[in-house]
């Protein structure tokens, strides 16, 4: 063998192997995190392609019953990531002058796995927008940073969203010990989010309060940005978020 030709790569006993990592992730594992942005693919697919992966690790462990668009995320053959756009709060669409709501969507779920390296996001977001911005005929994404689960926006203040400012606090329901919830997926539930009627029914619920979420827009025509009710405000700083 001539000292060019690369080595043959022997395989070991199957014990050997389970102890080592193969040469395929090894390879993985020393990749430049460059590499692996630009290996990642970000496809359109139907809903029911990452409601599973939605439903499993996303903070708040629900796939959207009205996805307008889909993307998932695959590194190296495997599902990575998933962003879902809906149409959002019933008057999402007043943020814009004379807008209607097929106008305005809102990016109700964005999750990356956290292996991917930090700045993953920054990409994924720039192709789902300019893939919508090519597909659909909306103006403008709205999104939420909830507060309440440690959120600021830091994935919206990096690729440049508009902050809109914080909402007034909210009135959610607790059932029990546990997470407090939204009164639609309450009364989709139970068939009512009135307190009174579900402590009749044998339902523990109690209504609480909970910091409003921060508010950022994006705007995908830029011919319409004029049309933005409310003015930029200053970026929210981690500090200032809400209770863990």
Same mark, same amino acid.
């Given at each position: 063998?001539?000292?060019k030709?690369? $080595?043959?790569?022997?395989?070991?006993?199957?014990?050997?192997q389970? /102890? &080592? =990592? /193969?040469?395929?992730?090894?390879?993985? %594992?020393?990749? +430049?995190? &460059?590499?692996?942005? #630009?290996?990642?693919?970000?496809?359109?697919?139907?809903?029911?392609?990452?409601?599973?992966?939605?439903?499993?690790?996303?903070?708040?462990?629900?796939? @959207?019953?009205?996805?307008?668009?889909?993307?998932?995320?695959?590194?190296?053959?495997?599902? *990575?990531?998933?962003?879902?756009?809906?149409?959002g709060a019933? %008057?999402?669409?007043?943020?814009?002058?004379?807008?209607?709501?097929?106008?305005? =969507?809102?990016?109700?779920?964005?999750?990356?796995a956290?292996?991917?390296? %930090?700045?993953?996001?920054?990409?994924?977001?720039?192709?789902?927008?300019? *893939?919508?911005?090519?597909?659909t !005929?909306? #103006?403008?994404?709205?999104?939420y940073a909830?507060?309440? =689960?440690?959120?600021v926006?830091?994935?919206?203040?990096?690729?440049?969203?508009?902050?809109?400012? %914080? =909402?007034?606090?909210?009135?959610?329901?607790?059932?029990?010990?546990?997470?407090e919830?939204?009164? $639609? !997926?309450?009364?989709?539930?139970?068939? !009512?989010?009135?307190?009174?009627?579900? $402590?009749?029914?044998?339902v +523990?619920?109690?209504?609480?309060?909970?910091?409003?979420?921060?508010?950022?827009?994006?705007?995908?025509?830029?011919?319409?940005?004029?049309?933005? &009710?409310?003015?930029?405000?200053?970026? +929210?700083?981690?500090?200032?978020?809400g @209770?863990?």
């Amino acid at each position: 063998m001539s000292a060019k030709e690369p $080595r043959p790569v022997l395989r070991g006993s199957s014990n050997e192997q389970d /102890t &080592r =990592a /193969t040469t395929l992730e090894t390879a993985v %594992q020393t990749r +430049p995190p &460059r590499s692996i942005l #630009k290996s990642l693919r970000v496809e359109r697919v139907a809903p029911s392609a990452i409601a599973d992966v939605i439903e499993r690790e996303h903070y708040l462990h629900s796939m @959207p019953k009205a996805a307008q668009a889909c993307f998932g995320v695959y590194a190296g053959g495997g599902l *990575a990531g998933a962003v879902v756009f809906t149409s959002g709060a019933r %008057q999402g669409h007043r943020v814009l002058e004379a807008a209607r709501p097929q106008d305005v =969507a809102t990016l109700a779920r964005l999750w990356l796995a956290d292996d991917l390296p %930090q700045n993953a996001e920054s990409r994924v977001l720039g192709i789902v927008l300019r *893939a919508v911005h090519r597909e659909t !005929s909306w #103006k403008l994404v709205l999104s939420y940073a909830d507060p309440g =689960a440690g959120h600021v926006g830091t994935i919206y203040q990096a690729t440049g969203w508009v902050y809109l400012g %914080q =909402a007034p606090p909210e009135g959610y329901i607790a059932i029990g010990d546990s997470r407090e919830r939204h009164p $639609r !997926s309450v009364y989709t539930q139970y068939g !009512s989010n009135a307190i009174g009627h579900l $402590r009749a029914t044998g339902v +523990p619920a109690r209504r609480v309060f909970v910091s409003g979420k921060h508010r950022y827009v994006y705007v995908l025509d830029a011919a319409w940005r004029w049309r933005l &009710r409310a003015a930029a405000q200053p970026y +929210p700083r981690l500090m200032e978020r809400g @209770p863990p």
